[in-house]
């Protein structure tokens, strides 16, 4: 089992930076993928950025965001740079126990969210 919990989100202006942390239960973080999506009003969960268990990555939208973690505290970041009001949306982070994925119906565990919201 593993339990997830967001931090980090809030009400920002556009141009603001902004780090999400996820910290994660159980003696076995570092055997998960981690991933960030985010759901805005009205549309569908999609997927942010997801990270193996010894740094590699992948984005759906490389360049502002960067996803990274620690195994050592069980966490998992996403540093938000030049927010736009379209990243306004819950951000989750979700942990699959076996490989790389976007999909979110292949994720295991899912925290409660963390509300970002970019003023302009």
């Known amino acids: 089992q593993v339990q997830l919990v967001e931090s980090g989100g809030g009400l920002v202006q556009a141009g603001d930076s902004l780090r999400l942390s996820c910290a994660a239960s159980?003696?076995?973080?570092?055997?998960?993928?981690m991933g960030w999506f985010r759901q805005a009003p009205g549309k569908e969960r999609e997927f942010v950025a997801g990270?193996?268990?010894?740094?590699g990555t992948t984005y759906s939208m490389k360049g502002r965001f960067t996803i990274s973690r620690d195994n050592a505290k069980n966490t998992v970041y996403l540093q938000m740079n030049s927010l736009k009001p379209e990243d306004t949306a819950v951000y989750y982070c979700?942990?699959?126990?076996?490989?790389?994925?976007?999909?979110?119906?292949?994720?295991?565990?899912w925290g409660q969210g963390t509300q970002v919201t970019v003023s302009s």
């Open positions: 159980g003696r076995t973080f570092s055997s998960y993928f």
């Open positions: 990270i193996n268990w010894s740094g």
């Open positions: 979700a942990a699959r126990f076996r490989g790389w994925s976007t999909n979110e119906y292949e994720y295991e565990y």
